[in-house]
């Protein structure tokens, strides 16, 4: 539609028909479009980003791409690992967002038959106490979320619940979930020192290794397929979690520096301030 069609378009690289390009896309939008090649300034960081962003989102949906027969296999597998009677259909991954005290949320998001389920995702704001405390912030989610297990907002009781995290958190959120009386499978998904995913902690403390930077020599080609088939599922959830954590943290940040910005403004009171905030 040429109703978006924005005034001026930022590209990666110079264009050699870049002229009749605007020149087309302006008769479009009714309105004059520029094509721009940034090679310095705030401009080309604003591309950097939008580069980066891209990057980032390609990965996320490639991760959660994949066959059905593979991802099929690998929720057998996790059935395998924790003992359950059927794959697991729905996961449910939390993850926390700290900047500041006053920014601190946790988010929920599910994955149905091995993919993301976005209409299900929820975010939570930490109430219940002063500070950063991962441990603190993660118990106050999962008892809000499990106390409401019958509500049918939050969708269907879990198969099973993931943590990013490691067995602290595990070791923290279990006697949560026995204290409702559940008997939910639970794993921290643990990085390695770059921050990617490494592995599953269980609650009974062992370790499931999915990324391993040498070949094993022990390990068959079934095996490796299991493995990295985990992997990909494991990494997509904790980078889906992640990303989510930190969508409303973001948000909650921006809305706190425009009100800053709106206080500084000599004749905007609350009223007003409020009004242009909801804007």
């Not at 900047?99 to 599910?110: F, I, P, Q």
């Given at each position: 539609a040429s109703s978006y069609i924005p005034a001026l378009i930022l590209l990666p690289e110079s264009l050699a028909e870049a002229d009749l390009i605007a020149d087309y896309l302006s008769q479009l939008a009714g309105h004059k479009v520029e094509l721009r090649w940034p090679q310095r300034g705030e401009k080309k960081q604003i591309l950097a980003m939008a580069q980066k962003n891209a990057k980032q989102n390609l990965s996320r949906h490639t991760l959660i791409g994949g066959s059905a027969?593979?991802?099929?296999?690998?929720?057998?597998?996790?059935?395998?690992?924790f003992h359950l009677e059927e794959p697991p259909r729905r996961i449910e991954a939390y993850d926390m967002a700290n900047?500041?005290?006053?920014?601190?949320?946790?988010?929920?998001?599910?994955f149905t038959e091995g993919k993301p389920l976005r209409s299900a995702y929820r975010h939570f704001h930490i109430k219940s106490f002063e500070g950063n405390d991962d441990y603190r912030s993660m118990a106050e989610v999962i008892s809000r979320r499990h106390g409401r297990l019958e509500d049918s907002k939050f969708g269907s009781r879990p198969d099973?619940?993931?943590?990013?995290?490691?067995?602290?958190?595990?070791?923290?959120?279990?006697?949560?979930?026995?204290?409702?009386g559940l008997d939910i499978p639970l794993a921290g998904i643990v990085k390695d020192r770059r921050h990617r995913t490494h592995g599953l902690v269980l609650s009974d403390g062992s370790f499931i290794e999915l990324k391993k930077d040498r070949e094993d020599d022990q390990e068959s080609a079934d095996q490796r397929s299991e493995r990295l088939g985990l992997l990909r599922l494991m990494t997509a959830i904790q980078n889906e979690a992640h990303y989510f954590a930190g969508r409303l943290q973001k948000k909650a940040g921006f809305k706190?520096?425009?009100?800053?910005?709106?206080?500084?403004?000599?004749?905007?009171?609350?009223?007003?301030?409020r009004l242009l905030l909801k804007q």
């Open positions: 027969t593979g991802l099929s296999h690998t929720l057998m597998k996790l059935a395998d690992i900047l500041a005290s006053s920014d601190r949320t946790g988010a929920m998001v599910v099973l619940i993931l943590l990013d995290g490691g067995l602290g958190h595990v070791r923290t959120i279990q006697p949560i979930l026995e204290s409702f706190r520096t425009v009100r800053y910005s709106l206080e500084e403004i000599a004749g905007v009171g609350p009223s007003r301030r």
